[in-house]
């Protein structure tokens, strides 16, 4: 067998030759993987349009779209909106994705579910009581509002930034993603100017996710966080001269265990002596005719 392949410019998409390969998937299975990995990041189509336009019919499109389930390329998730409302959201991969196992009971030994064996009570252990409402590990109602808040604060403020670029162009749900990254930035005290400037300059061309480039965006180029608030400065003042203290109580002056620079009432006849001595010696250097010294 001889391929012959072309060197493609554009409109082409690169597969994985083990999705193409994969015999576990019949041929309308594969065909149909590969159709889905060659449209665009936010492509919406159902199973009933995609039998509509494919010569097989919607039994064959539901039996290859069950096969990619589970063989773990295809995955549909439902996403609960913050107004309440229910959106799905349709995954896609190109190789297989693995979803962790749920736990299963084991199985019991041969005494197990046996009829008139009523449980052992240990007496020595201490009766528990029940929780309360308080403790029972649900989030408070106020927390859920206050982080409804937040997310719709975000989703909104993300969308007035965005808005004016048309080639990222966003779903509900995709916003909603990318809302605990706009929170952040947010909370680190950015504004939509500073969002604008980090999200729109240099958009690659083509854009073949808008969701994928806004959040590498808002994760490499988020702002350092604030500093934190320093304590404010307590005051507290002599409870005998009433000078500033580092702690509440008496200075080490009133406590008699230094004693002051300056008592009370020198620093004033200090300043009249001064002054006294500044107009005897000008006065004595006008009478004079010559400069006097100034005694100290």
């Known amino acids: 067998m001889r391929v012959h392949r072309s060197a493609h410019v554009r409109n082409f998409t690169v597969l994985p030759n083990a999705v193409l390969q994969y015999r576990r998937l019949s041929y309308t299975a594969r065909g149909l993987l590969a159709d889905l990995l060659s449209r665009p990041d936010g492509w919406r189509e159902d199973g009933r349009h995609m039998a509509d336009t494919s010569p097989q019919g919607r039994g064959a499109i539901r039996k290859a779209l069950k096969e990619l389930t589970e063989a773990g390329f295809y995955r549909v998730e439902k996403i609960r909106m913050p107004d309440g409302t229910i959106r799905t959201e349709t995954h896609v991969y190109d190789t297989p994705w693995s979803a962790p196992d749920a736990t299963r009971p084991a199985p019991g030994g041969a005494g197990a579910g046996r009829a008139g064996s009523p449980p052992v009570k240990n007496r020595h252990r201490k009766p528990s009581l029940p929780a309360s409402p308080a403790d029972d590990g649900r989030p408070d109602e106020r927390e859920e509002a206050s982080g409804a808040e937040e997310v719709r604060e975000a989703v909104a403020t993300l969308f007035r930034v965005i808005r004016s670029e ?26 939509r100017t500073d969002l604008a400037h ?13 969701t994928a480039v806004l959040r590498y965006r808002l994760e490499h180029k988020m702002p350092p966080a604030r500093p934190a608030a320093r304590p404010p400065a307590r005051y507290a003042e002599c409870a005998k001269c009433h000078d500033p203290v580092p702690r ?11 004693t002051g620079v300056l008592a009370v009432g020198q620093g004033a006849e200090v300043a009249a002596a001064g002054a006294a001595r500044v107009r005897t010696a000008l006065r004595s250097a006008m009478t004079g005719g010559r400069p006097a010294r100034i005694a100290a």
């Open 166 to 191: 048309p080639r990222l162009r966003l779903g509900e749900a995709e916003a909603a993603e990318l809302a605990p990254l706009v929170a952040q930035w947010l909370e680190r005290g950015a504004t």
């Open 198 to 210: 980090a999200l729109l300059p240099g958009l690659p061309v083509p854009m073949h996710s808008a």
């Open 248 to 258: 509440p109580g008496i200075c080490r002056p009133c406590a008699g265990l230094t």
